[in-house]
């Protein structure tokens, strides 16, 4: 092995190989360490973590939605992987950890943030690999965000939207109140319909049940206040007030929308055409 100054090349480049980190830095370390390989790796890792300290209190909104599904298609996660700039999110080696972490939190059924982080992974932790990462790319990465899926019976269908900014789980099954339905595989198909929808138009409830008490008795006073301000009869500013709430309705709650791929059909229509119930769903967009 190289001693003192004496440092080759070939070190330089095997270096930089095993850590991701730039030419110079691994020389620099190769130098600092007199040669000795290992003590190279451990004076970068401890730079790696000088940096991320450095970038803690930095913004990282950019990134991806990674997802990963099981064999039969009845377990799906999201996970969130964030970075400071758009140019590290189309990064192959960023976009190839965040689907590593995506795999893994698959693997190990977690659905918890900090749970996801204390995982082992290639020979560390999460964290640590995610700590390293900020390290070599010289901006903030974290991990920010996870979610977990699992159909009882159905299946819990993923959908990355073009871009890989924007993700949906939609949990369904088949009610089997539809002759023309041929069970999950049928739930499958329209489950990556309805997941496009939720893409596409953010509800904010499956049903009106599920609408929040707070977001109707405001919606209701905003109407109230507008028909008062276009000169409207007290006796009628209630009736009203529930009729643009039902229009609420149709524009946010996802089984009262017009289908995205046919604006005549409502989602709801869809899913009693096809026999096939939604349970819920997870959105996760970049940054939110």
């Known amino acids: 092995m190289a001693t003192g100054m004496a440092i080759s090349a070939s070190d330089v480049k095997r270096l930089r190989d095993e850590t991701g980190v730039g ?20 004076i970068l890792r401890k730079k790696g973590q000088k940096v991320a300290a450095k970038r803690a209190d930095r913004e990282a909104k950019e990134g991806v939605i990674a997802t990963a599904a099981s064999a039969d298609g009845s377990t799906s996660v999201l996970v969130e992987v964030n970075s400071e700039t ?3 999110a189309r990064n192959a ?7 590593a972490v995506a795999d893994l ?5 977690v659905a918890d943030r900090d749970a996801l ?19 070599r790319i010289g901006e903030k990465i974290d991990v920010r965000r996870v979610a977990l899926v699992e159909s009882d019976g159905g299946k819990a269908v993923s959908y990355i939207h073009p871009g890989s900014r924007l993700g949906v789980i939609v949990d369904v099954a088949s009610t089997g109140l539809s002759g023309g339905a041929s069970g999950n595989g049928n739930s499958e198909s329209v489950g ?25 008795e405001k919606e209701m006073e905003i109407a109230r206040e507008f028909a008062r301000s276009q000169g409207k009869p007290e006796q009628i500013i209630d ?14 709650v996802l089984t009262e929308q017009p289908f995205v791929k046919d604006a005549s059909t409502r989602v709801g229509d869809l899913l009693n055409a096809a026999g096939v119930k939604v349970r819920r769903y997870v959105r996760f967009a970049l940054g939110d």
């Open 23 to 42: 030419m110079m830095d691994c020389k620099r370390a190769l130098t600092e360490a007199n040669g000795d390989f290992e003590a190279a790796i451990e």
């Open 86 to 88: 758009d140019f590290v």
């Open 93 to 99: 080696e960023f976009q190839q950890f965040a689907q």
């Open 105 to 109: 939190a698959l693997a190990k059924r």
């Open 117 to 135: 982080l204390a995982l082992d992974f290639d020979g560390g932790t999460v964290a640590a690999a995610v700590e390293a990462m900020t390290g």
């Open 192 to 216: 990556r319909d309805v997941a496009m929808q939720v893409a596409a138009l953010n509800p904010i409830a499956l049903s009106r049940d599920e609408v929040p008490t707070e977001v109707k």
């Open 239 to 252: 009736k009203i007030a529930t009729g643009t709430l039902e229009r609420y309705y149709k524009d946010n």
